[in-house]
Each structure stands twice: as C-alpha cells, then as structure tokens.
C-alpha cells in the first residue's frame, strides 16, 4: 500500500466529531505511518476506558487497521469484531489491500450469523413513592460487557442503579425517586473499562398516583396494609441530590497487638449517597460501643473504598474510657448488601495495665433495609 493510500485510510478513521486527545493521536500516527506507535495508542485508549460507543468503535477499528499492516492477522480479526460489535455500521476505508481486507471480511462474516451486543429494559407499572423493579437482559457473544448501568429520569432528577452483567438481572430503583407523572429509563451496557457497548432504547414508564388512604371508621380497625412486593437490588447507587439509606451490619474482627477475637454489630444511615452515619457495639474480652461517620468516595461499580471515623467509650475499672479510631477498608456488592472489609486503628485515653492502642482486622456484611 503506497504512502498516499495509507494517508487516505487515516483521514476516514479521524472523521469529526468524538474527539478523543489519544485516539487522535494514534490517527496521526497511523497517518505518518508510524504503525507500531498507533497500535501502541489505540490500545492506551481502549485500556484507559470510559469511551463513548462511538470512540470505542474507532479505537477498536485504528488498532485492528494498524495490526493488519504489521501482519498481525488472528488479532487485527478479533479487533475488528470489537470494533462492529460497538459499531454495526463501521466500514472499512477505501484504497486498503488485501492484508487488510482479510481479517475484516473474516469478522463481518462472524457477525452476519450473529446479531451484536444489545441491552433492553423493562419495568412493570410505576406507583409514586413505592420502589420500581426494572429487569435489564443482555446479549454479547464475544463477552464485552460486565456491567449494566440503568440511568433513571423523573422530571429535573436523574440518577443510575448498577448491575453485574448477566444474561438476565434485576435491579431496584428506590421509592424516594418514583414520582408522576413519568419514569424514564435507559440501560448502558459497559465493558470492564467503563466504555459504552450497547446503549437500549429509554424506555418510558407511567407513574401513577398513589392509592388514598382507607379512612378509619369510628369503633372499626383500620385495614391492614400490606406492603408493596420488591426484590433486592443487585447494586444500588443513590442520585448524587438524595440520601435516605438505612443499612444493618454484622461482622467479626480480630486483633494484632493483643491477640483476640470479637463480633460487632450496628445500623447507619445515609444522609447522601457518599455519608452514612450510624453506631455500632462490640463484643469480645470486653465491650466498646462507637458512633461511626463513613465515607464512600465511589458506589457505582461491584468494588469500592470507603473511611469510617469512630468515637469510642470502652469500660475499665475507673469508669468510662473515651477514644477514637479511623477505619479503611473497601466494600463488594453481594446480594441484597454488601461484603465489608478492613483494617481500624484506635486509641484509648486509658493507663497501664490497659493498652492504649489497638489494630483490628474486620470482615462482615452490611445489609440494606427498605425504607
């Protein structure tokens, strides 16, 4: 392929529009015919993640282009299945050879018996105030995506709730964010990097009004209510406005400057999606009760980090000993709640014989409670 051809290639692949600074880079690479750099590049992009689908696509197409000039068949193939699995539509430039042509023909060829990745959403009837199940199913042959963000609207307020990719899942929109007149919702379908694979259809529910309440006749019992049926989300990320999470927590713990073991348990509650507050009591040679302030730097994704503060008061034999504690650790989303792991250090205001300080290592489960 002559320079000029190669120049004509790497002026389809940077059409306007999508701006990406590596990307960008990699085409003018790839228009230098500097091969090795832009595989190099396109690859920096597509490991960096958080592409949009159409950046995804381009960066997956560079990367297949540049292999298959360097003679890199089976992978130049396989990133040309990526890169129509984002982009049913892309195309192979014109004035490209054989070497090229070859391993394109063979991925369309793969996607003609197969349709691409997709992402569709379905909820049942919406009622103001009451939490909304929303059923998210996922089809991807070549195993792209493994997560399913599903991004909620409801007037001015708008926020997600995640899911680990399955063919089948559902997740929980909590009933603080449900109001009429109209839900909309939207699933994104994410690779491991974050970059968008599939985007479904919004899909817009009807929010209804919710049913008046039965008024108590004089010398009758007021009717049961019976609470509205909901399964729990698989991972739930509050709005970035709202908080209102209530949380239960049971664990066990282990200490490494004086040996011993111990459970804990407590509540908290989220003032926002990123602060819980809350208390907790431990049991072990002796008891400790603390008062708790967490931060969650990040809850959209199955892994996160979080802080607790903790103000303690722990028995001796004069009284009440105050002290204070941090606590680092990482959360994993698990069934209804969440796995908790991690390491606290505290000190005590206390005297000999007592040790002032102390190293815990924690593991439990938190649990979300419906409001």
Same mark, same amino acid.
């Given at each position: ?12 692949l940077?059409a306007?529009g ?91 060829a ?12 379905s ?45 089948? =899942?559902? *997740?929980?929109? !909590?009933? +603080? ?8 919702? @939207? %699933?994104?379908?994410?690779? &491991? ?16 009004a ?48 004086v040996?011993?073991?111990g ?18 009591a ?29 103000g303690?008061v =722990?028995? *001796?034999?004069? !009284?009440? +000993? ?8 990482? @959360? %994993?989303?698990?069934?209804? &709640? ?34």
């Amino acid at each position: 392929m002559s320079a000029l051809a190669m120049a004509l290639v790497a002026s389809v692949l940077a059409a306007p529009g999508d701006r990406h600074p590596v990307i960008s880079e990699a085409e003018e690479a790839y228009d230098r015919l500097d091969f090795e750099r832009a595989a190099r590049l396109f690859q920096r992009a597509i490991d960096a993640g958080r592409l949009e689908r159409a950046q995804l696509s381009r960066a997956w197409g560079g990367l297949a282009l540049s292999w298959a000039v360097l003679g890199r068949r089976d992978a130049a193939e396989e990133a040309f299945k990526r890169a129509l699995a984002a982009d049913p539509d892309w195309k192979l430039p014109e004035n490209v050879g054989p070497k090229v042509r070859s391993p394109f023909a063979d991925a369309r060829a793969y996607w003609q018996s197969r349709a691409p990745p997709s992402v569709t959403v379905s909820a049942e009837g919406a009622v103001a105030k009451r939490p909304v199940n929303v059923s998210v199913e996922v089809a991807d042959p070549l195993g792209m995506v493994e997560l399913v963000r599903v991004e909620w609207k409801v007037g001015p307020d708008s926020g997600d709730v995640s899911s680990e990719a399955v063919p089948r =899942a559902t *997740v929980t929109i !909590g009933g +603080a964010s449900v109001q009429p007149p109209e839900l909309s919702l @939207t %699933a994104v379908a994410l690779d &491991g990097r974050g970059s968008v694979v599939a985007v479904s259809k919004t899909l817009v529910v009807p929010v209804a009004a919710p049913p008046p309440e039965v008024e108590r006749v004089a010398g009758l019992p007021k009717p049961p209510q019976k609470p509205p049926q909901t399964r729990p989300a698989l991972v739930a990320t509050l709005p970035p406005s709202s908080g209102g999470s209530v949380h239960a927590y049971g664990g066990g713990f282990g200490s490494v400057l004086v040996a011993g073991i111990g459970a804990e348990v407590g509540a908290s509650y989220g003032l926002t999606p990123h602060v819980d507050v809350g208390a907790l009591a431990a049991l072990g040679a002796g008891w400790a009760v603390a008062a708790t302030l967490a931060f969650h730097p990040s809850r959209t994704g199955r892994l996160s980090p979080y802080f607790q503060l903790r103000g303690l008061v =722990a028995p *001796v034999v004069t !009284g009440l +000993a105050p002290g204070a504690g941090l606590m680092v650790g990482g @959360t %994993a989303e698990l069934g209804p &709640g969440r796995a908790v792991a991690g390491v606290a250090a505290e000190g005590y205001a206390v005297q000999e014989p007592y040790a002032p300080f102390a190293v815990l290592l924690s593991l439990g489960y938190e649990l979300d409670l419906p409001l």
